[in-house]
């Protein structure tokens, strides 16, 4: 299939924000240009931006339709996708079915259930929303089977797997080394809001030390309420690979993410899993014997500290970017004649 010129990637995750969302529309980006492709973006960092309400760290655009049509033109792309469906997803999409242009969406977080934490909003209004949203792109790309199963049940119909992938070379198992806090280390990396379930990896009764890479909206009154955990803010590069690496057990007490990027960052830098078996975790450890997947959390931490870190790493290896993007742009739909 010949490869796109230009693609547009339109998102309204984008930095000062760090997450999988971000992480992997870099990641997939990067390789692309590699092989020759021009990575066009269009982000909030474009626009005058509003705080979401009830998460003051994700900016939305405030902006109309004619500026975001304008960037689209101008961008000269013959490849478009839509990472979100947020304003800027959402003109997007309503600039490619006026111009009869197709595209791509992708589904990466669980956003009814994200919702229905924070306000009593019933699933089927948000999955009906989710449903006229990616209905009307070629291809809505998730992150794993049993993912697409289940957006499958909620009647999604043009579901297809993009697996993601690891930096292999940050995340390492070299960058190992002492940390100044009594062993075994529990370690958490991700955003400190009440989606991500992180009270039940605070609340567990563990040996050593809990520590949270991370920021977000629930940090300061966690702080408050676990003295006994060590909240170290968000970290990146270098810093994080190294928190990876050093860590005894990566604990990730999710039940909603739709992959976890993180899941294989810790197995790449040599650190098992413990995760509850739900969507996420299931499909990226299953029954590999580099995690342990239980409704024990506690349980499940303390399985993780007798597993192999080789296993892990060998495990990891074969998650790669370049696998990832060759999925991308097998499902990237290119307008009629541009190839």
Not at 168 to 195: D, K, Q, W
């Amino acid at each position: 299939m010949p490869q796109p010129k230009t693609v547009l990637i339109v998102t309204d995750a984008w930095h000062p924000q760090i997450n999988g969302v971000v992480r992997s529309i870099e990641l997939v980006a990067r390789e692309m240009e590699k092989r020759g492709i021009a990575v066009k973006l269009l982000t909030p960092n474009e626009f005058k931006t509003f705080p979401m309400p009830g998460y003051g760290e994700i900016r939305l655009s405030r902006t109309l339709m004619k500026p975001v049509y304008a960037r689209i033109e101008a961008s000269g792309a013959d490849a478009i996708h839509i990472a979100t469906e947020g304003p800027l997803g959402i003109m997007a999409r309503r600039w490619c079915r006026k111009n009869k242009f197709p595209f791509s969406t992708a589904y990466h977080t669980q956003f009814p259930e994200y919702l229905r934490a924070r306000l009593p909003v019933p699933l089927r209004w948000s999955y009906r929303f989710l449903r006229w949203f990616h209905g009307a792109g070629k291809y809505c790309l998730v992150g794993t089977p049993h993912l697409k199963s289940l957006l499958e049940q909620r009647g999604f119909s043009n579901a297809v797997i993009w697996q993601k992938g690891v930096d292999t070379e940050l995340f390492h198992p070299s960058r190992r080394g002492p940390l100044p806090y009594p062993g075994p280390v529990f370690l958490y990396v991700g955003r400190v809001a009440v989606e991500k379930n992180i009270e039940a990896f605070l609340e567990l009764s563990l040996p050593g030390t809990k520590l949270v890479v991370g920021g977000g909206p629930s940090l300061g009154k966690l702080k408050v309420e676990h003295p006994d955990v060590v909240f170290l803010g968000p970290k990146h590069g270098e810093e994080l690979a190294t928190l990876f690496a050093s860590a005894d057990a990566f604990v990730f007490p999710s039940k909603t993410d739709t992959f976890g990027l993180v899941l294989l960052e810790a197995l790449a830098s040599g650190t098992p899993v413990a995760a509850f078996p739900v969507t996420g975790p299931i499909d990226v450890i299953g029954d590999a014997p580099v995690g342990a997947l239980d409704n024990n959390l506690a349980a499940a931490a303390m399985h993780a500290l007798g597993i192999s870190r080789d296993a892990c790493r060998a495990y990891a290896e074969q998650f790669s970017w370049a696998a990832s993007t060759d999925q991308f742009l097998a499902y990237l739909p290119a307008r009629d004649g541009a190839q």
